[in-house]
């Protein structure tokens, strides 16, 4: 057995990211200011984004996009129910309905057919995630949503780096990144929305800093004109300048990072094959993409041991594991509110009760791999 314990991930932080943030720390500026607009121009290069904007989460900027484009009671949202609570959280909280597509049993990504089948007269937006880092078929699904008029954005918070047909996530769309501590690369909390639409970009900018006409920080001005004044309520989910310069240093390294995490999750593959009863997510079909491999997601089908023995039996082992994610619409609000229940959605549920994420982070060697399926081998056995 491993002598210590192996987490299930840990941010890779290095001297430059500190001397970056230290560096911030010392120059009088520490909120969003020089460092975010270097860090909003950095991801518009990456992603070949036209607009950026910097955001102290994912789920901040998903509640002001929701509000930007007007979406509220009465209206319908598209999306998975296994993802990140936050979504469905977001779309509730401004009196939405989530309305939640069947995922692939094989891939979890969402599928045209099963988005169009999910279109209503009330459906507003389309929510798509990109799986672990896996991109889902995005221009069969905009062809959808162009048919039927309806605008799409994509949840990027796995796929910083992923490709879809030679394309950077959210180039050509907007898209929400996530920079928390456990994402490809981390601000220790904050966001990133991507956007080709300028209208759009206007609303961001303003909800996101209490609904001012204008940014929190005036390159012109250093600092914001006192004479600003409200053109509606907004909010506040501006990043600070000390979490960006993280951000900004760990984006150097994305391509190298995501190397390491593909060259482990390779390893995985080869070792996993012939282990009956843990099934890795397959790549998806008919289209040539890149993955970012934000996650290791295998599926624990065994008839020896469910997932959860299966966990704490790794845990025992000293192997970390996460769960990534329990399906939205059989926990407890969305039961008991919104009428949801078991059978709803076949492919999702059968996942939500196996799915297991093995550890990955690019300090992780192959002997950390090889140990990881060591122990799913003696935890097997021995059930
Ligand atoms: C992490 C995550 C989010 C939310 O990101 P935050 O920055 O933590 O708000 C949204 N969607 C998915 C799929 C995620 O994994």
């Not at 560096?23 to 036209?50: Q, R």
């Not at 989460?57 to 929701?66: E, F, K, V, W």
């Not at 990027?156 to 394309?167: N, Q």
Request: with cysteine; glycine share 6%.
């Amino acid at each position: 057995m491993r002598k210590d314990f192996l987490p299930f991930t840990r941010p890779e932080v290095t001297d430059n990211d500190i001397a970056e943030v230290v560096s911030v720390l010392k120059s009088g500026w520490l909120t969003n200011g020089p460092k975010n607009a270097a860090f909003e121009e950095k991801i518009c290069e990456y992603t070949n984004s036209k607009n950026a904007v910097a955001l102290s989460s994912a789920t901040a900027g998903m509640h002001i996009l929701l509000e930007s484009m007007g979406i509220g009671p009465g209206d319908e949202v598209i999306t998975p129910a296994l993802t990140w609570v936050s979504t469905a959280n977001m779309i509730v909280l401004v009196g939405a309905t989530p309305v939640f597509a069947e995922i692939d049993r094989d891939t979890m990504l969402i599928t045209p057919e099963s988005v169009e089948a999910c279109i209503s007269e009330r459906t507003k937006l389309i929510i798509p995630v990109h799986y672990a880092g896996a991109p889902v078929d995005i221009d069969a699904i905009q062809a959808i949503a162009d048919k039927h008029n309806i605008p799409v954005v994509e949840d990027a918070a796995h796929s910083l780096g992923t490709l879809y047909k030679g394309r950077h996530i959210g180039g050509t769309n907007t898209a929400l990144y996530s920079f928390h501590a456990i994402k490809n690369i981390t601000c220790g909390e904050g966001g990133m929305l991507t956007t080709d639409d300028d209208e759009l970009l206007k609303k961001i900018k303003m909800y996101k800093f209490h609904g001012l006409g204008v940014d929190a920080f005036d390159r012109q001005n250093k600092g914001r004109s006192p004479q600003a004044e409200v053109f509606e309520p907004g909010y506040k989910c501006n990043l600070t300048d000390i979490c960006a310069a993280l951000g900004l240093s760990q984006l150097e390294r994305i391509d190298e990072i995501n190397a390491k995490r593909t060259e482990l999750a390779l390893l995985y593959r080869e070792l996993l094959a012939d282990i009956e009863g843990i099934e890795p997510l397959h790549d998806p079909v008919g289209y040539d993409f890149k993955h970012a491999w934000h996650l290791f997601i295998v599926r624990v089908s065994s008839e020896k041991i469910n997932r959860n023995d299966f966990m704490a039996a790794l845990k025992e082992q000293n192997i970390g594991t996460g769960l990534h994610f329990r399906t939205i619409h059989l926990q407890k609000y969305y039961r008991e509110n919104m009428g949801f229940k078991p059978g709803d959605l076949p492919n999702t549920e059968w996942n939500s009760d196996r799915i297991c994420s093995l550890p990955l982070f690019p300090a992780m060697t192959a002997d950390d791999v090889r140990d990881v399926v060591t122990a799913i081998k003696f935890v097997l056995n021995n059930a």
